[in-house]
Each structure stands twice: as structure tokens, then as C-alpha cells.
């Protein structure tokens, strides 16, 4: 069982910073790939950025060159820099993990952090 663990949400003006953390905490875990998704009122969830442990970062083009993601891996966390946040970067955002599970890929889901941007 994994558990995942967010914080950094928050109330910012258009044009600020803001930074997600999530921390995936449980027992011999093998993860194939850490990401942020975000779902705003009335659409869908929508991947923001990933970062898988072998391979290139990705980005949603409305993010890229503002958004960064990294990861710890001995802390098994991920990091979402957001810069020059937009009123449309208003949305829940959700940490996501997946996990290797022998031959099989296993997803796991925050709470979700509530990131709002408003003047």
C-alpha cells in the first residue's frame, strides 16, 4: 500500500509562484513514474507534467517553459515548481504515482491540492 502525501496549494496573484510537493510514503515500492494532473470546475483531469525514473520530463504545452517538475528519489518525492501562474492554472491538482508491480503498473492518487489564481 502506498500513500501519498501533498502539500503547497494555495491563493496567488496572476504572475506568482507556487510549489507542489508530494511526498509517497508505504513499503518496497518500485516507482515507474511520478506526475501532476490537475481537473478544473466543469473538465477533466488533464496531465500537467511527469517525470518517469528512466526517461525524458513531459509537460502540457500550457505549461511549458512556466512549470517545472522534479524529483527526490531517495525521499520517493515529486516537486512541481509553478511560475507566472495564470488565472486558468486554477484547478485541483493531484499527485500521481505509479508503481511497478512485477510485470504489472500500479496508479496511486493524492488528495489533491487546491491551487487558485486570482487578483
Known amino acids: 500500500q502506498v500513500q501519498l502525501v501533498e502539500s503547497g496549494g494555495g491563493l496567488v496573484q496572476p504572475g506568482g509562484s507556487l510549489r507542489l510537493s508530494c511526498v509517497a510514503s508505504g513499503n518496497n515500492f518500485n516507482i515507474y513514474a511520478m506526475a501532476w494532473y490537475r481537473q478544473a470546475p466543469g473538465k477533466q483531469r488533464e496531465l500537467v507534467a511527469a517525470?518517469?525514473?528512466?526517461?525524458?520530463?513531459n509537460y502540457a504545452d500550457s505549461v511549458k517553459g512556466r512549470f517545472t517538475i522534479s524529483r527526490d528519489a531517495a525521499k520517493n518525492a515529486v516537486v512541481l515548481q509553478m511560475n507566472s501562474l495564470k488565472p486558468e492554472d486554477t484547478a485541483v491538482y493531484y499527485c500521481?504515482?505509479?508503481?511497478?508491480?512485477?510485470?504489472?503498473?500500479?496508479?496511486?492518487w493524492g488528495q489533491g491540492t487546491q491551487v487558485t489564481v486570482s487578483s
Open positions: 500521481n504515482v505509479v508503481l511497478r508491480l512485477g510485470m504489472a503498473l500500479q496508479n496511486y
Open positions: 517525470i518517469p525514473s528512466r526517461g525524458s520530463t
